[in-house]
């Protein structure tokens, strides 16, 4: 990051925009409005397809050269798989990073990313499902998708849907048993 862009973000910090004003009233809206069980039945909504999914705009997967070389081979969607079974396939410090409910605390600020992605399934609208890598020696990896999988940790989700790039699929099947 370079001095221009710490500059920006120092200042959008401790110098909100009225849109920005706007939008953590919203998520602090949602979020007393969840505390109080105002959406009792909300639940995580997924594309359970590949056809709804536009790989193209995926976020690059970590530890590859060019995300198109892994979008090239192709993913494996796996509709649905044990939420425990998946955390408890990553090394507790990664699986720490889904479990953290903080964020969703009395204390907390629900955060951006957080927000709009509980804000997408009280409006019933499927979200990309996390992408699981293997990183050689650490195991199973959430390489896209931690905010959505603590979102639908903390909505009490008991199964949830996968990617796997197809350049993993081995390693990562393997560890989860599939």
């Not at 925009?17 to 007393?32: G, R, V």
């Not at 193209?56 to 044990?82: A, F, M, N």
């Not at 996968?162 to 990562?172: A, F, G, N, T």
Request: with cysteine.
């Amino acid at each position: 990051m370079d001095m221009d862009e710490a500059k920006r973000l120092a200042e959008k910090r401790f110098n909100p925009s009225e849109e920005d004003k706007a939008f953590q009233l919203f998520c602090n809206t949602i979020k007393a409005d969840i505390e109080s069980g105002l959406f009792p039945d909300l639940k995580p909504y997924w594309h359970i397809s590949k056809d709804n999914i536009d790989f193209q705009l995926q976020e690059p997967v970590p530890l590859t050269e060019d995300k198109y070389e892994v979008q090239g081979k192709g993913y494996e969607l796996i509709p649905e798989i044990d939420i425990n079974l998946l955390l408890n396939s990553m090394r507790p410090a990664y699986s720490e990073v889904v479990t953290d409910l903080s964020e969703f605390n009395i204390e907390g600020n629900l955060g951006y990313q957080h927000c709009k992605i509980i804000k997408h399934w009280i409006e019933k609208e499927p979200l990309i499902p996390p992408t699981i890598i293997d990183i050689p020696g650490h195991g199973n990896f959430i390489g896209d998708g931690k905010h959505r999988l603590n979102c639908a940790y903390f909505l009490g989700a008991m199964t949830v849907p996968i990617l796997i790039p197809k350049v993993y699929l081995d390693k990562v099947a393997k560890a989860l048993n599939l």
